[in-house]
């Protein structure tokens, strides 16, 4: 894991591309406002990629969506880094980074190895 704390990455290199909200609505099928629900409910994640003020907006990592909904294991993984008190910044940070697992948490979740990056993601809260 990289020295830098996971509030202060770079999004912008860490995640390779990056959702509009209707961008997001479009591919899970509902409306903006259902995607603004989906990341209030930890469903999905949404940063600021660059720095705030600079004319960027919040999007969400296109990752995080496959076939229409949600990567299987993303909501029960930001769940648990949410109840340690992670903000939205720094679950992506996480996801994208972590190198304690063979590849990144988001590498676990499309192979179907959700479980590891959840084991992992607990056991930072010890």
Sequence with gaps: MSDIPLAQQDLVTLVDAWLS?????ELLGVTPAK???MVREHQLAAAVPG????GVRQGIPALFIV???????LPGLLTSLHDQGFDDRECIAWIFLDAD????PIDAL????GAEAKR?????GF
């Design 21 to 25: 909200w209707d961008e997001a609505a």
């Design 120 to 124: 992992r993601a607990q056991a930072l």
């Design 51 to 54: 720095e705030p003020g600079q």
């Design 110 to 113: 499309h192979e179907n190895r």
């Design 101 to 104: 697992l063979p590849g990144r």
């Design 67 to 73: 076939d229409g909904e949600p990567v299987k294991g």
């Design 35 to 37: 995607v603004r629900t």
